[in-house]
């Protein structure tokens, strides 16, 4: 027998379920009420049974999907022996986004949407704090001059690449480490500091 706790936790997920599919393909400002409740496959009223308000829904469902990607950065750089070879398996990583699918289109709608909604811009300045400090602490272990510094730019630097791609699909990494690479100088190679 399905527990009323079980049944809520279904629909919190295919609410969000659903504003990952809606955003990407309406933008974010036009998803609706009616329109997340019925992608979900529940009645609408139990957006707001289940969440504060339809930004709330949103920003968790940007928020969760922005968490998991950047969480899984930081294992690929854990893998790597240099900061060239973790650069180099990032971007790599980044070639699976053509800066038109769905989680490019989310990852740019709530950017967007940061510049207005102070809530989000907050969440979302802290997953790039966590993403860059573990990236940061990578680049130290390895010898990298600067961490925070690098840190800082590789994450600006990768989220301009994604934002672009769609105007240049050329943007790919065999374009893009080498020119990260001269960016960085040598010392990104690693091996000043052996």
Not at 61 to 72: D, F, N
Not at 166 to 192: F, K, M, Q
Request: charged fraction near 25%; aromatic fraction near 4%; proline fraction near 5%.
């Amino acid at each position: 027998m399905v527990t009323a706790s079980e049944r809520g936790r279904e629909v919190r997920r295919k609410l969000l379920n659903a504003a990952l599919e809606l955003v990407p393909e309406l933008g974010w400002n036009a998803v609706s009420t009616r329109a997340l409740a019925e992608r979900a496959g529940v009645a609408p009223g139990l957006v707001h049974y289940h969440f504060s308000s339809l930004q709330a829904v949103l920003r968790e469902a940007a928020v969760g999907e922005m968490r998991r990607t950047l969480g899984a950065a930081i294992p690929e750089f854990e893998r790597a022996g240099t900061p060239a070879d973790g650069i180099g398996m990032m971007l790599e990583s980044l070639d699976a986004y053509s800066g038109d699918d769905p989680a490019s289109l989310m990852f740019t709608e709530a950017y967007l949407v940061s510049a207005r909604d102070e809530e989000l811009r907050g969440e979302l300045a802290g997953l790039l704090a966590e993403f860059r400090d573990g990236l940061a602490r990578w680049l130290g272990e390895h010898g990298q001059g600067s961490p925070v510094e690098t840190a800082s730019v590789l994450a600006a630097a990768v989220d301009g690449v994604l934002l672009h791609r769609p105007l240049n699909p050329a943007l790919t990494s065999s374009a893009v480490a080498p020119v990260l690479r001269r960016i960085l100088g040598p010392d990104i190679e690693g091996e000043e500091h052996r």
